[in-house]
């Protein structure tokens, strides 16, 4: 009996651990880490400086600044400090100027399985693909893919092209898009507002083929147009007030290149599918990862693509490789979701969009952009813009700088001059990271109240 | 006495079982794997890829060509076919055109594990780095490590910036370099034989600011240089020669850029550090990652770093955050392996070059480079050349254009009139694939043996 009870305790733990040695081989062989060699080292490196705790304010990064030691410290959002970022900096200033698209981040954090990627050291070491160009074919078929999923853009029989962000690929297309031999440059202008890179870029590599000629509507109408090269730059959706924007130039001689940026349903209703001769996006503004520098072009024309391919040759031999494999990996992510990211991002803008609109409504002494509805073919629904910048006007006659009246509440935005505007205006951007929008709103409804405030007395 | 074997053989069993469950948890624990969460499927996606067989003469990519289904296929060397690469191409032409540097694709196969890369979706979304620069400045940090450990440029106290390859930080240089305000654009000139790259990009851009006037030697001792602004861009080591050049033009209206792609122990004696006002150096020719496109400056001047500070973001809003942190993933293999790499790629080359001088001195039809022995630092030896390229002549009166020569052998190199000399000279590549060297010599040793064939008819 005794024995009985012996054996049957053996036998309960011989099951009890033959189970766990199941488990243990169902786990390794069926969680597929039995497969691990080369990348593992790598892979607890990247983990272990991602679980670096900010305190939600900022993340470690891998190739982050070594202050003490060996492990990258916390990168801390505007307005936080402290190892841990978990300090809040009193009184600083809200940042509300360049259009670092963080507000995406939130998104990859919660897609981490899906967006990590690999590299071996080996990985793509050539300038070429297979030899033959500085382009990835596998990434420009992810890129099709997308656009067809979305509907912003026509890109059957279209040639695709990569640069570095949206910034190289602008400019590559000018360059392209410029006679070759002609005894006068091509006049690139931009409609007021316009995206001051366009003409900071465009000025700064003039040359006998092209020269900036500023705002569009003031050639508008003039006789010598006609005759003489035209290449006209439309950000639509605008930078900075999202409206979508039309080409005002038209004819044999005019060029045009549609800036397309910001023509994703996070920031604008999609009414059709985009098919202009000349159509420039960016990783920056779809996924939000403006640091890789992945812009492209949609490209009508052999001889226009052509002629870019030399110009990224001449300009960088190509793109980085790293790049367009992030790219890649990242493009497959958005398509493997659906509209997860588009989704994501339109809910986040759209309800800081209603926070602005809702803090400036408390004073007449601001006004915002308009926001018209208008159908979206994307999520067959009418919508309005839920904009990546606002396009701020001081309303007062005493307010002409509003730079500075914002300035002295503590909140930096862009000058309304830098857009060909009187400084009437100001671009605040709303695509940061949630601190920053937090900060700003918190900035904007201080001034505004205190404003009120005024009025009482 | 069956009860007590019964329990015995229990018993053995269980201890077994534990044992087991034993090993189990100290594999998994203590074996690190146990950390890897969201890394893992990436981990394994990167792994299966890169185990494709390739039989050697070729590797699939994360990013690879997709043909059929979902799995990327070889990507194989020249002359190698087939959907593991195992088929030879007879007859095929022996590639020995660009500077691809495949030569050290075998060094980051075996060090695999310290070489790979996990990236979080998350990682760097941002432009800039903790917004303050488009440049790391924890790669900055690496790359002067590079430099003291090498003792091929000096860095203290020097400016460094990145860009997309040696080629579009050649061009930030000439920008940065060329007055501001002028009537007559600055000369930039090379002495031959030139870079062909440096003339093509400088005419390509050429404006009211700078020129391309050709071969340095043709300026020499004109009057009128010495009031015009000169930029001369000094390749050395020189590409094709290998020769250490030095600049022909001083004075105060000069500005030199020395182009030190190749100036790395591999290729040649490292004589002293060098320190110039302006030094451009390539991850390509360093790592052999040419894809990753990753070059930088070493800049004595604070005024001509923020020239080229202005150019890198007129050009393309920074470099890619992928780019740089792939190179300080690499670079900082290059620190841990000594002198690891260093042995690896000028033992590959020196092989490499003395088979090419045997083959080719089997015959008087062709010469190659002068390759006079100099002292090395680095190596603390007396040592010659071995350089990334032959620059070979061909010595015979009816053998003019020697492009075609070696075209009508089956071997593609490049023009010498590219280089701006005439065309009885060819480059020919040494760094790529091995097999693109190994049917490179079988072509040439065809042509002398085949010729000396003729010669005894």
Chains 1, 2 share one sequence.
């Not at 002494?365 to 990546?388: G, H």
Request: hydrophobic share 40%; net charge neutral; with cysteine.
């Amino acid at each position: 009996m005794m024995k009985s009870i012996v054996s049957s305790k053996y036998l309960a733990c011989l099951v009890g651990s033959i189970i766990l040695n199941l488990l243990f081989i169902i786990n390794i062989y069926v969680g597929g880490q039995w497969k691990l060699s080369w990348s593992s080292r790598a892979a607890i490196e990247a983990e272990t400086v991602a679980a670096i705790y900010c305190s939600g304010h900022g993340r470690a990064y891998l190739d982050g600044l070594v202050v003490v030691g060996n492990k990258p410290v916390c990168d801390c959002n505007t307005c936080f400090t402290g190892p841990d970022c978990s300090q809040f900096i009193p009184h600083c200033t809200a940042n509300a100027d360049g259009g670092d698209p963080l507000f995406l981040e939130p998104f990859w954090m919660q897609h981490l399985a899906s967006s990590a990627l690999v590299v071996a050291g080996w990985h793509q070491m050539s300038y070429t693909y297979s030899g033959k160009s500085f382009f990835s074919e596998e990434l420009a078929k992810v890129v099709r893919k997308v656009h067809a999923s979305v509907g912003n853009a026509v890109t059957q029989n279209r040639f695709i092209i990569f640069g570095a962000g949206s910034t190289q690929v602008l400019s590559a297309a000018v360059f392209a898009l410029s006679p070759e031999n002609t005894s006068s440059p091509a006049k690139v202008v931009t409609s007021v507002p316009y995206y001051p890179v366009d003409k900071q870029q465009t000025q700064y590599f003039s040359s006998q083929k092209f020269k900036y000629e500023g705002d569009a509507y003031r050639w508008k109408n003039r006789s010598d147009c006609s005759i003489t090269n035209m290449i006209e730059i439309v950000t639509s959706p605008n930078n900075p007030d999202g409206q979508l924007k039309k080409a005002i130039f038209h004819g044999p001689n005019v060029k045009t290149i549609y800036d397309h940026a910001y023509y994703w349903p996070h920031f604008t209703p999609i009414p059709a599918p985009s098919d202009e001769d000349v159509m420039v996006f960016t990783l920056s503004k779809l996924t939000g990862h403006a640091g890789t520098r992945l812009g492209w072009a949609v490209i009508k024309d052999e001889t226009v693509f052509n002629r870019m391919m030399i110009h990224m040759q001449m300009n960088s031999m190509g793109v980085s490789k790293d790049a367009q494999l992030r790219a890649f990996k990242l493009l497959n992510v958005v398509l493997e979701e659906g509209t997860g990211i588009f989704d994501f991002a339109y809910q986040t803008l759209k309800s800081r969009w209603e926070r602005l609109v809702q803090t400036v409504s408390l004073s007449n002494r601001f006004s915002l952009q308009e926001n018209n509805p208008q159908y979206c073919t994307f999520y067959n629904k009418v919508r309005q813009l839920s904009p990546a910048y606002a396009w701020l006007k001081c309303e007062r006659e005493e307010d002409k700088d509003c730079y500075a009246v914002l300035e002295a509440a503590n909140i930096i935005g862009r000058q309304g001059n830098l857009f060909g505007v009187e400084d009437g205006y100001v671009r605040l951007s709303l695509v940061r990271t949630q601190d920053d929008f937090d900060i700003l709103i918190e900035r904007l409804h201080k001034l505004i109240t205190e404003e009120d405030g005024d009025k009482t007395m």
